[in-house]
């Protein structure tokens, strides 16, 4: 499968490029060559959506790790049905996750600076984290921050299964990007 984005969302995206690339040149967020942006940090997101397909409105999804607001910002266009929880300890990161909100007007993600495993539980429905630590550490997390049988989605490169924690319920989903090659979507559940 490679991942696919809906129509309506191209223009957001677009203009939060463009924001990252403005915010980039004088607050050095990502060392991604510019030319990779939309493949590694959109498409790459976009792996997410069929997973979060069966999410009822109002659904809480918590963003682990968010950097510059991926995946949060993609599904939230995305799906603006479900409320975005974007986590992450990095006050500059999050200064730039909030003006994304407000440029683009996404009333659905709330930017949150903190470190997950000091925050309040959340209770999400789902939880999401791309380049963010191993799937142990993850787990760590969603234990703390997810509700029984929810989902934790984690976006990992062809090894990524090999860090999953033991006492987790584990589905992979592969994918492929069409010049970053077979990437896998890890699936941990929590038992109900």
Do not use: C
Not at 89 to 115: C, D, H, M, Y
Not at 125 to 139: D, P
């Amino acid at each position: 499968m490679e991942p696919s984005l809906p129509q309506w969302t191209l223009d957001p995206i677009a203009r939060y490029l463009d924001l990252l690339d403005r915010w980039s040149q004088t607050h050095a967020l990502t060392a991604l060559e510019k030319e990779y942006r939309f493949e590694e940090l959109i498409l790459d997101s976009a792996a997410l959506l069929p997973l979060l397909h069966p999410l009822p409105a109002g659904s809480r999804v918590v963003d682990f790790g968010t950097g510059m607001g991926i995946p949060a910002v993609l599904i939230a266009l995305a799906r603006p049905d479900l409320d975005l929880i974007a986590v992450d300890q990095s006050k500059k990161k999050i200064a730039f996750v909030r003006q994304a909100v407000l440029e683009l007007g996404i009333p659905n993600l709330a930017p949150v600076t903190g470190q997950a495993e000091t925050l309040p539980p959340l209770q999400a429905h789902a939880g999401v984290a791309k380049a963010v630590g191993t799937l142990g550490l993850l787990w760590g997390w969603w234990r703390r921050h997810g509700l029984p049988g929810a989902p934790l989605l984690a976006l990992k490169g062809p090894q990524g299964l090999l860090e999953a924690p033991g006492d987790a319920q584990v589905r992979t989903h592969p994918y492929r990007l069409p010049s970053r090659g077979e990437r896998v979507v890890v699936e941990l559940r929590l038992s109900e």
